[in-house]
């Protein structure tokens, strides 16, 4: 007998590391299917955030300090009145900043550098037709370059918006560098059958690079009603190729189609949602579900929203991982939060969330709290910062005994910070062709910190991306 326990013991430690990587990896794809839903929501609002910041900078632009005031004091001053106009447009006072420029324009109907001020504003009110009749008053006048070519954007711009349906791709291109790509445990063992065993070698911590590609196509619809309600499409593809652990490649097709009802009291936006995640090239999970969207202003700056979303998950077993069925199962998640705007440049935006998935084994089931709050930042020149904090606490259903007989409770922090700038305000820009000059820069650091009971689950990773981004709009 005791010949045979060497045996047994050698049996029982290879079963060991065996059901340790078994589960080790298969938390990897679960982390990776969340990591690539991260990532694909942080680039769309990375493209927002680069298309809102065109409007704070139009803004910000304007700032000249001058006061009603100072306009009582000197009514008739043309000057005056103009600088006025410019600080409510800085303001965001675009009906105040259009009857200003009326009246400057009653009195000198021929300053195209004013009436030019005028398609801007009326631009940012979305009175398109009152833009394009300025605009033809323009086009009989004498106009410098600068004016000109302000000419032919707007109108250029006014009708693509004035359709009722407008198609729009966007395609990113970048690289990233994870120095935890597989999401390796902070200990150097850790608990089968809860039983401390050493990590073989190939699951120590390992860095990697990847490249990146997110492509993104919108169809939006004018209903033709007055209060502007519309439906829409969208698809997006996405890829992270990587350089070592090709394990660990991530593919996405994402499918939504719905529609946004505006009331008087609530917009309403519900929408179907579908999707096709692929590991290593391999169909690993597919879901279809339904979003429910409800946000209502309560001022210009203050909006209040509530989102509810039910999908249904269906793993699929794959060559690394032939227990990924046992995820299977429905997942709901709901959102309470607002967005305010503090200055025309900076935007908050918090929430709460709370999440219930379902599973086919009960130690793949758990129940998610999260805080989540972003900082939005509009600089000059189409610069923008986008700072994001969540916390997610997760309490698991039962507990997976072949790792531990103790119920998992896991608590993440992330944060991310986004730095974006079109080519054209940084050097690069001012010696690119002009097909290149509107491509969008954005650079992004991400911190990630898991903590959990069981030593399985904690883990760390710092993570950097470079993306290039150019949007057409049809």
Same mark, same amino acid.
């Given at each position: ?74 009514? /008739?001053?043309?000057? =005056? @009145? ?9 303001? !965001?006072?675009?009906? #105040?900043? &259009? ?108 860095? /990697?690079?990847?490249? =990146? @590609? ?9 209903? !033709?009603?007055?209060? #502007?309600? &519309? ?244």
């Amino acid at each position: 007998m005791r010949s045979r326990s060497p045996l047994k013991l050698l049996a029982l430690v290879i079963f060991f590391l065996f059901m340790f990587n078994a589960v080790s990896f298969a938390e990897d794809l679960e982390n990776e299917v969340q990591r690539m839903r991260r990532e694909t929501r942080a680039e769309k609002q990375s493209a927002r955030a680069a298309e809102g910041s065109k409007g704070a900078t139009f803004q910000e632009q304007y700032k000249t300090g001058v006061t009603f005031q100072d306009i009582l004091k000197d009514p /008739d001053n043309v000057d =005056l @009145n103009i600088r006025y106009a410019k600080e409510l447009i800085a303001r !965001g006072d675009y009906q #105040g900043a &259009s009857a200003t420029v009326e009246r400057v324009l009653l009195v000198s109907p021929n300053l195209a550098d004013v009436r030019i001020l005028y398609v801007a504003v009326l631009y940012k009110s979305s009175n398109w037709d009152g833009a394009l009749k300025e605009i033809g008053i323009l086009r009989g006048m004498t106009l410098t370059s600068k004016i000109k070519a302000e000419t032919d954007y707007y109108e250029k711009n006014i009708k693509v918006k004035k359709k009722r349906t407008r198609v729009s791709l966007r395609e990113s291109v970048g690289w990233g560098y994870d120095t935890n790509r597989n999401a390796a445990p902070h200990s150097k063992s850790q608990l089968v059958n809860d039983l401390m065993v050493a990590n073989p070698a190939s699951d120590r911590r390992r860095a /990697d690079t990847n490249f =990146l @590609n997110v492509s993104d196509v919108n169809v939006t619809h004018d209903l !033709g009603f007055k209060e #502007g309600h &519309s439906v829409f499409g969208s698809f997006t593809y996405y890829l992270q190729e990587q350089t070592n652990l090709h394990s660990l490649d991530l593919g996405s097709f994402q499918y939504e189609v719905g529609g946004t009802y505006k009331g008087q009291y609530v917009n309403f936006t519900p929408s179907f949602v579908a999707s096709n995640i692929l590991l290593s090239s391999q169909s690993f999970l597919r879901t279809q579900g339904g979003n429910l969207f409800f946000d209502h202003d309560f001022t210009k700056d203050l909006n209040a929203f509530f989102n509810f979303r039910a999908e249904r998950q269906d793993y699929m077993n794959i060559s690394e991982n032939n227990n990924a069925t046992d995820r299977k199962g429905p997942e709901f998640d709901y959102a309470w939060g607002a967005s305010y705007w503090f200055t025309p440049a900076m935007k908050w935006t918090s929430s709460l969330g709370y999440g219930d998935k379902y599973a086919k084994q009960d130690y793949n089931a758990f129940n998610r709290f999260s805080i989540n709050n972003t900082h939005t930042w509009f600089l000059k020149k189409q610069q923008f910062l986008i700072n994001t904090f969540n916390y997610y606490a997760d309490d698991y259903e039962s507990p997976e005994f072949s790792v531990s007989g103790r119920h998992r409770h896991d608590k993440t922090i992330r944060y991310r910070i986004t730095y974006g700038a079109p080519l054209t305000t940084l050097l690069i820009g001012k010696i690119l062709p002009k097909p290149f000059k509107d491509i969008l820069f954005t650079g992004t650091y991400e911190y990630y910190h898991a903590l959990s009971n069981i030593t399985n689950y904690t883990y760390g990773n710092n993570k950097f991306q470079c993306l290039l981004s150019k949007r057409w709009e049809f």
